[in-house]
């Protein structure tokens, strides 16, 4: 499990640089949900990492200290799976700590603070807003290849999204976007309520990546990789990427930080979900 969840971690190809932070946890940036905007970089100050299991749930050890939130709370995680991802994390820092890489203690930080102090019902009321502009019911009549691209892409996708949720969606050209039925709304509505909260914070984290609620369920579904679901919601991008060609490194920069977050945020959803217990020695060689 420890070695798996590191190869998970992996496959989130942490940035080679931060992006432009205030300093301290500062919550609230675009472009990162509703997640706490982790800090810049620290010197590595403890030397081993392991977990252990307390009232609440899951702790996390720095050497013999308890990690704790922004808010100064405990960091206690629900399940033992999620632990060992936030201890990887913590584990995987090198003489310098790269919080903008731990995408799952900022998740988690986030889930146990509550920053804006949301219920439950809101967390889904904002994750089925999405539905308004969800990225693949946008379409375009010109130029007529994106158009074609655009339907042979996107329209698969949401054909599942309504077959999986016996739903209606469709898409449009218009620039009011489709005309999503009340109906649909409450179906989405009525299954994101079978998550937890937990959940329901990366969820959502999910969404604001891609820019579609219809993407994010395919990928907590895994309907599509992560791969796939950032390709669908760049695919405008990558048209024109393939037409006018790439700046520079920006392009893979951006690429790969969105993969970054959406795969985090994937993760962080299905080890909220893990009831079963690991039963192993941890940060064993």
Not at 97 to 119: E, G, V
Not at 138 to 160: C, F, H, M, S
Request: some cysteine; proline content about 6%.
């Amino acid at each position: 499990m420890w070695l798996r969840c590191r190869r998970l971690l992996r496959a989130c190809c942490p940035l080679p640089r931060p992006p432009p932070a205030a300093p301290g946890t500062a919550p609230l940036r675009p472009g990162w949900g509703r997640a706490y905007a982790p800090p810049g970089e620290r010197k590595r100050f403890y030397q081993n990492v392991s977990i252990s299991q307390g009232e609440g749930g899951f702790e996390i050890n720095l050497d013999h200290r308890k990690l704790k939130t922004p808010q100064a709370k405990l960091f206690t995680v629900p399940s033992e799976a999620l632990a060992i991802a936030v201890a990887t994390e913590w584990d995987s820092q090198k003489d310098t700590i790269k919080f903008y890489t731990m995408h799952l203690t900022t998740l988690c930080n986030t889930a146990l603070d509550n920053p804006t102090q949301r219920s439950k019902m809101q967390l889904i009321r904002a994750a089925v807003k999405f539905l308004e502009t969800d990225t693949v019911c946008y379409r375009v009549e010109e130029p007529p290849a994106l158009a074609e691209l655009q339907k042979n892409e996107w329209d698969p996708i949401v054909a599942w999204a309504e077959e999986r949720y016996n739903v209606a969606i469709g898409s449009s050209t218009s620039i009011l976007g489709p005309n999503i039925p009340a109906s649909t709304k409450d179906t989405f509505v009525s299954h994101l309520a079978s998550y937890n909260m937990w959940a329901l914070q990366g969820i959502e984290y999910i969404i604001t990546q891609l820019k579609s609620l219809i993407l994010s369920m395919g990928v907590i579904d895994r309907h599509i990789t992560v791969e796939k679901a950032v390709l669908l919601s760049r695919l405008e991008e990558e048209y024109q990427i393939q037409r006018w060609g790439n700046v520079e490194w920006a392009h893979d920069y951006d690429l790969c930080e969105l993969r970054a977050r959406a795969a985090a945020g994937t993760l962080f959803v299905h080890l909220c979900l893990e009831s079963s217990t690991v039963k192993h020695k941890l940060l064993q060689d």
